[in-house]
């Protein structure tokens, strides 16, 4: 059930309280007068009671009918029962009918409504044998004008209470606004510096490679140092393309799914460790099927760090790579053999950025090393209804 749901069965609760109570103390308050019981009088008036006051649970659209009904009720029995001196027949209606129409009508129906609550009351007097003075015209004021005005101080109050709540929340909403500004600012000026740093120097190590291979290629060096040297060109220019993405996306020049590799490309980021001395195979199980954009990327992102930490902490074997297609999941895993102890596989960033991408998309990290103790297995497993 809704907030709005519970908010308005509450208020029909109280009305309905309210109500039953008004028609209780109205009923008791006309039996115990000093008026003769029976007779099709004394039962059309109380039937006329307990109608107006039941009214009282009607919508707050019908304010001004309520009032009109219950000041109406008041000013009928009076003539009815020949004009008994009491303080009347239904003043607990009467309050309430007045303290719901200044609390929810607006404008002439509000000022109407109060004016004919205070008139009927002032006749109900005179038609009870008062004489019309400002006794009178005092009690009529009295039930009548208290009771609206303090539906209208309510009302008023209630509205001012929410634009102050709606200002807070505006003024608080503005305030983590400015802050996720400044914040977002400040990530995107270290991106920049972070971006022209490291752009400068993987720069340099592109142009020094570049030459030392050509220099090592003029001087008859062998194939395995100059595809050594091709091998950091290629890697220094694939991390200054990856650099300028993200600071395109930074910048929001274009989404974070455009140019993403994917893992379709797997054998592309193999073949980059290959060529720097890394032996990995790559072995694909089911049939590959579409992932989301930001999914494939991430899992593309997982397995280069998966690779980067067994060259980082492997001991230069062969390094297994499975990627597994089923119903609903897809799963990464690497296996390569490690230099113990093991304590040390684990430090650093490696391991906790790939379980923060995989939790990001609902997904669970398995890492550790192998029963035979020579091995560390890192696997990912990602449920595609999780992710969605």
Known sequence: MSSYA???????????????????????????????????????????????????????????????????????????????????????????????????????FAVGSLVVVVLGLVIAHLVRGYAFDW????????????????????????RHLDELRKRTELEERDAREAVERAVAEDRAATARDLHDVITHHVSAISVHAGAARLRFARAGADDAALGSLRSVEQASRSALGDLRHMLDVLHGQRSAADEQPGLDRIDELLHGFRTAGM???????????????????????????????????????????????????????????????????GQGRGLSGIRERTEAFGGRMISGPQPDGRHWSTAVIIDLEDSR
């Not at 089923?326 to 053999?337: D, G, L, Q």
Request: glycine share 10%.
């Open 6 to 108: 519970r908010a308005h069965r509450r208020l029909t609760r109280q009305s309905l309280l309210v109500t039953a109570a008004c028609v209780t103390f109205d009923v008791l308050a006309f039996v115990v007068q000093d008026l003769p019981v029976g007779g099709w009088r004394w039962m059309v008036v109380l039937l006329a009671v307990i109608a107006a006051d039941a009214a009282l649970a009607t919508p707050t659209r019908y304010s001004g009918l309520v009032a009109v009904a219950a000041v109406g009720v008041n000013v009928g029995g009076a003539v009815l029962l020949g004009g008994p001196r009491s303080l009347g027949l239904n003043e607990t209606g009467v309050l309430v009918a007045s303290f719901r129409a200044g609390a929810w009508l607006r404008g002439g």
């Open 135 to 158: 006794h009178v015209v005092v009690a009529a004021l009295k039930i009548g004008m208290v009771s609206w005005l303090v539906g209208r101080y309510t009302t008023a109050r209630r």
């Open 279 to 345: 032996a990995a195979r790559c072995t694909i199980t089911g049939t590959p099927f579409g992932l989301p954009q930001t999914l494939d990327g991430a899992l593309y992102r997982i397995v280069q760090e998966m690779l980067t930490n067994a060259l980082r902490h492997g001991d230069g074997s062969t390094i297994e790579v499975a990627v597994r297609y089923r119903a609903h999941t897809v799963e990464v895993e690497t296996i390569n053999p490690y230099r113990p102890p093991a304590g040390a596989h």
